[in-house]
């Protein structure tokens, strides 16, 4: 009984940033790990990053570290997606994710899901 509300996606060049914001609401505390995860038209959802809700650890995919940093204010049940030197491939519907477990990469071990916010990136 998680809600959340994904923000902050839009239009941008490449080699341009964005952040994404994803508020929680309801039964917050019972939250192990959020996460981020993309979907392009006509592809497979992917993993993007994920945090630990309580003590911060990160794990990333391989196609984003270097650019993407996941944080996290506990105080505001907000989870964050900076996303730095944007490209095209880029390019998706991004959705938040939240789980009561400990959890990584796998799309299959998240119990709650936000709508989802566009992000564009051209070329």
């Known amino acids: 009984q998680v809600q959340l509300e994904e923000s902050g996606g839009g239009l941008v060049q490449a080699g341009g940033s964005l952040r994404l914001s994803c508020a929680a609401s309801?039964?917050?505390?019972?939250?192990?790990?959020m996460g981020w995860f993309r979907q392009a038209l006509g592809k497979e959802r992917e993993f993007v990053a994920a945090?630990?809700?309580?003590?911060?650890?990160?794990y990333y995919a391989d196609s984003v570290k270097g650019r993407f940093t996941i944080s996290r204010d506990n105080a505001k049940n907000t989870v964050y997606l900076q996303m730095n030197s944007l490209k095209p491939e880029d390019t998706a519907i991004y959705y938040c994710?939240?789980?009561?477990?400990?959890?990584?990469?796998?799309?299959?071990?998240?119990?709650?899901w936000g709508q989802g916010t566009q992000v564009t990136v051209s070329s």
């Open positions: 309801g039964r917050t505390f019972s939250t192990y790990t």
């Open positions: 994710a939240a789980t009561r477990f400990q959890s990584g990469n796998n799309v299959k071990e998240y119990e709650y």
């Open positions: 945090i630990s809700w309580r003590n911060g650890l990160t």
